[in-house]
């Protein structure tokens, strides 16, 4: 069965970092843009970042662009979401996403993508 595990998820003070991991199964994850949702109570969800699965092209909210990195190690079946100099205002659930659209302009999930459980960041001093 195709499925995306998050993990990595904490609490954290304002300026830490943490990294998020996605394993994935059931599927070839290079085959599939791939992307961070987040979601925080009475908020709308949003799309962090993404990464496209047939070149090394990577895409970021301008929430995040210079504080998070997305990687991806297709041989390991893994997503990472590196994620620096954290604010009070990333507090979020987050999520995997598999597939995305993926473009600087388009970072959505379409309505059968696949979705993990998610994973709690914290951020507060």
């Known amino acids: 069965q195709e499925q995306l595990v998050e993990s990595g998820g904490g609490l954290v003070q304002p300026g830490g970092s943490l990294r998020l991991s996605c394993t994935t199964s059931?599927?070839?994850?290079?085959?599939?843009?791939v992307g961070w949702f987040r979601q925080a109570p009475g908020k709308e969800r949003e799309g962090v970042s993404c990464?496209?699965?047939?070149?090394?092209?990577?895409y970021y909210t301008d929430a995040v662009k210079g504080r998070f990195t997305i990687s991806r190690d297709n041989a390991q079946n893994t997503v990472y979401l590196q994620m620096n100099d954290l604010k009070p205002e990333d507090t979020a659930v987050y999520y995997c996403?598999?597939?995305?659209?993926?473009?600087?302009?388009?970072?959505?999930?379409?309505?059968?993508?696949?979705w993990g459980m998610g994973t709690q960041v914290t951020v507060s001093s």
């Open positions: 059931g599927f070839s994850l290079d085959l599939y843009a």
């Open positions: 990464a496209r699965s047939s070149d090394p092209t990577t």
């Open positions: 996403v598999k597939p995305v659209w993926c473009a600087d302009t388009l970072l959505e999930a379409p309505d059968f993508a696949l």
